[in-house]
């Protein structure tokens, strides 16, 4: 059942040590398509605990959320050229946290990984630019937040897709 009118809220891990991201990918929407670890909000979860949850049930990294950086809508009538949500939520309001990484398997992969998703990788950093990315800005994202660093507090950035 899809619930064009449901505001669906999500949160995500930036996950970066040693100049590399931590990226899941898949097929979805479209093949070859590129991911920060994340998902939907539980009730009664906070947003940080819903990053640490969803890194880990994705990557099987346990990390520590340390900071909000980004703040990004993304509501799918607005977008025409843009992906269908599987939530079937029209609007989505994500959340982005650095992360601290606690523990790491030794083999990436975590115990609950979304349907659509096919591996777990570090991703080099100067790698990112030529990866179809889910939203395609997330390099220049991921760019930004990283050159700001710790403390600046959130960009907003509002109802983006590009």
Not at 59 to 85: C, F, W
Request: glycine fraction near 12%.
């Amino acid at each position: 059942m899809t619930d064009q009118g449901r505001i669906r809220n999500a949160a995500s891990g930036l996950v970066v040590r040693d100049e590399h991201v931590l990226l899941v990918h898949g097929d979805w929407p479209r093949p070859g398509t590129w991911w920060l670890p994340g998902g939907g909000q539980e009730a009664g979860e906070t947003l940080a605990a819903c990053a640490e949850r969803e890194v880990f049930e994705e990557t099987g990294v346990r990390v520590k959320s340390e900071e909000l950086v980004v703040l990004r809508e993304y509501i799918q009538a607005n977008h025409p050229d843009g992906h269908r949500m599987l939530s079937g939520s029209g609007h989505r309001v994500d959340a982005m946290f650095r992360c601290r990484v606690l523990q790491e398997p030794a083999v990436l992969g975590g115990p609950v990984e979304d349907s659509v998703q096919l591996g777990v990788e570090w991703v080099a950093l100067d790698k990112l630019a030529g990866l179809r990315t889910l939203p395609p800005c997330l390099p220049a994202v991921i760019t930004d937040a990283l050159a700001a660093g710790p403390g600046r507090g959130a960009a907003y950035l509002g109802d983006t897709y590009a």
